[in-house]
C-alpha cells in the first residue's frame, strides 16, 4: 500500500475511518492482515489493484481509476454461520447506493454479483468478495471487498466485452465515485442494524435470480434447475424439472432465459 500518498476521505458514522490509496496489491488482502492483527472497523479504497481478487480464486481486474474497489473490516458480534447476513447487508446497500447516485437499477445475482438486464442478457456491473476471521463458531472479524464497474472506458476490456458493463454505461454519464463510496458506507450501516428477516426481506426483493431458470457449475458438471429461494444463511435453493430440491451454498449461477 502507497501509504504515503494515501489520503483519508470524509465519511460520518460506523464507517468514518476511511483511506484511499492510488494502489495496491489487493484492499482485501491489506485489510485481512490489519483484521488479523487486531486493527478496528475501518475502509480502505484504491484506484487501481495490482493482484486484485475474486471469488472462487479468480482475479479480479479493472481500469485504473475507473472503478470503486472498496474493502471494509467489519467486527459484528455474529456467529460464523451467520457470515451471510453481512453479504446480503451489503447486496442491499450496493444497489440502493448504485441507484441513489447514479440512477440505475441493478439486481443482485446469487451469490455476489451486481447485474443489469438493461441490454438485454445480464452483464455483471460488480462483484463482492468476503473473507472471514474465526475463533470457534464466533466471528471475529469479516472484511468485505467490492469491486463496482463505475467510469469504464466506451471500449470494454476485451475478455470482459461480452458479459460485463459499467455504470456510466447504463446512466449516460460519469458517476462520481465518492459520492458512491459515501452512499454505499451509509446504507451499509444501516442496513447492518436490521433484524435478520427484514434483512433477507430485503435481499430477495432485489434478487434478479429467485424465480429464474439457472444453469449449477459444479466441478462434478453442469445442471440446471428453477431458483427458488434465498435462506438466511445466504444459501441458495434451487428445484430440478422433477422437483427435487437441493440447497447450493457456494459456486456460481448462469441465468438461462425462460422457456418458451
Ligand atoms: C467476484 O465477483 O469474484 C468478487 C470480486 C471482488 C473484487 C473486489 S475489488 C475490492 C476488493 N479487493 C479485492 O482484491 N477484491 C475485492
Same mark, same amino acid.
Given at each position: 500500500m502507497e501509504a504515503g500518498r494515501a489520503k483519508d476521505t470524509e465519511s460520518a458514522g460506523r464507517f468514518s475511518r476511511v483511506v484511499w490509496v492510488p494502489? !495496491? *496489491?489487493s484492499t482485501n488482502t491489506d485489510l485481512l492482515a490489519v483484521a488479523l492483527s487486531g486493527g478496528p472497523e475501518q475502509v480502505l479504497v484504491a484506484d487501481a489493484q495490482t493482484a486484485g481478487r475474486g471469488r472462487l480464486g479468480r482475479s479480479w481486474s479493472a481500469p485504473a *481509476?475507473?472503478? /470503486? /474497489?472498496c474493502s471494509i473490516l467489519v467486527r459484528p458480534e455474529l456467529a460464523a454461520a451467520d457470515t451471510g447476513l453481512l453479504m446480503m447487508a451489503l447486496g442491499v446497500a450496493a444497489v440502493d447506493s448504485v441507484a441513489e447516485v447514479s440512477g440505475c437499477e441493478l439486481g443482485l445475482k446469487w451469490p455476489n454479483d451486481l447485474v443489469t438486464s438493461a441490454a438485454g442478457g445480464d452483464r455483471k456491473v460488480s462483484g463482492m468478495l468476503s473473507e472471514g476471521v474465526l475463533d470457534g463458531d464466533r466471528l471475529i472479524a469479516a472484511v468485505l471487498g467490492i469491486g463496482i464497474n463505475v467510469n469504464w472506458p466506451d471500449e470494454l476490456p476485451d475478455d470482459l466485452a461480452g458479459t460485463a458493463t459499467s455504470l456510466r454505461h447504463l446512466a449516460g454519464r460519469d458517476v462520481d465515485r465518492a459520492e458512491l463510496l459515501r452512499s454505499l458506507l451509509s446504507h451499509f450501516e444501516r442496513r447492518l442494524e436490521l433484524e435478520p428477516g427484514e434483512l433477507l426481506a430485503a435481499y430477495r426483493s432485489r434478487s434478479? !435470480? /429467485?424465480g429464474r431458470r439457472v444453469r449449477i457449475e459444479e466441478s462434478t458438471g453442469f445442471s440446471e434447475a428453477v431458483a427458488l429461494d434465498v435462506a438466511a444463511d445466504g444459501a441458495l435453493v434451487v428445484e430440478d424439472e422433477v422437483g427435487d430440491r437441493r440447497v447450493l451454498h457456494a459456486g456460481d449461477v448462469v441465468h438461462l432465459r425462460p422457456l418458451g
Amino acid at each position: 500500500m502507497e501509504a504515503g500518498r494515501a489520503k483519508d476521505t470524509e465519511s460520518a458514522g460506523r464507517f468514518s475511518r476511511v483511506v484511499w490509496v492510488p494502489e !495496491t *496489491g489487493s484492499t482485501n488482502t491489506d485489510l485481512l492482515a490489519v483484521a488479523l492483527s487486531g486493527g478496528p472497523e475501518q475502509v480502505l479504497v484504491a484506484d487501481a489493484q495490482t493482484a486484485g481478487r475474486g471469488r472462487l480464486g479468480r482475479s479480479w481486474s479493472a481500469p485504473a *481509476g475507473a472503478s /470503486l /474497489l472498496c474493502s471494509i473490516l467489519v467486527r459484528p458480534e455474529l456467529a460464523a454461520a451467520d457470515t451471510g447476513l453481512l453479504m446480503m447487508a451489503l447486496g442491499v446497500a450496493a444497489v440502493d447506493s448504485v441507484a441513489e447516485v447514479s440512477g440505475c437499477e441493478l439486481g443482485l445475482k446469487w451469490p455476489n454479483d451486481l447485474v443489469t438486464s438493461a441490454a438485454g442478457g445480464d452483464r455483471k456491473v460488480s462483484g463482492m468478495l468476503s473473507e472471514g476471521v474465526l475463533d470457534g463458531d464466533r466471528l471475529i472479524a469479516a472484511v468485505l471487498g467490492i469491486g463496482i464497474n463505475v467510469n469504464w472506458p466506451d471500449e470494454l476490456p476485451d475478455d470482459l466485452a461480452g458479459t460485463a458493463t459499467s455504470l456510466r454505461h447504463l446512466a449516460g454519464r460519469d458517476v462520481d465515485r465518492a459520492e458512491l463510496l459515501r452512499s454505499l458506507l451509509s446504507h451499509f450501516e444501516r442496513r447492518l442494524e436490521l433484524e435478520p428477516g427484514e434483512l433477507l426481506a430485503a435481499y430477495r426483493s432485489r434478487s434478479a !435470480t /429467485l424465480g429464474r431458470r439457472v444453469r449449477i457449475e459444479e466441478s462434478t458438471g453442469f445442471s440446471e434447475a428453477v431458483a427458488l429461494d434465498v435462506a438466511a444463511d445466504g444459501a441458495l435453493v434451487v428445484e430440478d424439472e422433477v422437483g427435487d430440491r437441493r440447497v447450493l451454498h457456494a459456486g456460481d449461477v448462469v441465468h438461462l432465459r425462460p422457456l418458451g
